[in-house]
């Protein structure tokens, strides 16, 4: 039996792989370099989920406003300065309300609309997630932290490459009154994926 499998030995890690075509494009002139760390920048400083906090809490305080997103998701958004990459043609507002419950997921991947509500977490690109939580939601949304009432309808909504969601919580009835830039502070990330209530 030989001590290794010839392909295996052959194969470097990850990043020195990343590394070698990152190289190898930068030699041809492709700037892969560059576009790398415009790409981490937009990650880190951009693409945050604080962009939807700030469409969720302009919705709880201007109903015009909210008519506007539940119609479409995407001008509204425009509306706060905020874009999408051209190949989210579509993002669809899910309003949750005492009885409804949106909850969103991949089931094939991992997309979300990352410029409204940031970058998926590690959970949602995960299998478990991903697989668990069209088929038995409640008892995922539990084992998350989230306990719902048995009447609550839970609605799961699986994200294509072209239709984007993002969940519209409902506002805490303590916070009626507060000022918009207050409101901002108290929308999670969890909360427009659907897998937290504020
Ligand atoms: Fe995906």
Known sequence: MPDQDPVIRRTTSMEQRVDAIQAALDERGMKAT???????????EQWVP??????????????????RLLANGRAAVEELGLFMPKHHRH?????NTPTV???ICCTLCSCTAFTIIGLPPDWY?????????VRESRTVLREMGLELAPEVEIRVWDTTADTRYMVLPMQPPETMG????????????????GVARL
Request: proline content about 2%.
């Open 34 to 44: 560059e576009a790398v760390e415009e790409l981490n920048h937009l990650a880190t």
């Open 50 to 67: 604080q962009n939807g906090a700030r469409v969720v809490a302009r919705a709880w305080v201007d109903a015009a406003f909210r008519e």
């Open 91 to 95: 993002l669809v507002v899910l309003e």
């Open 101 to 103: 419950q949106n909850v």
């Open 125 to 133: 690109k995960d299998f478990e997630y991903r697989s668990r939580v």
């Open 178 to 193: 507060w000022p918009e830039e207050k409101l901002v502070g108290i929308v999670t990330r969890d909360a427009m994926i």
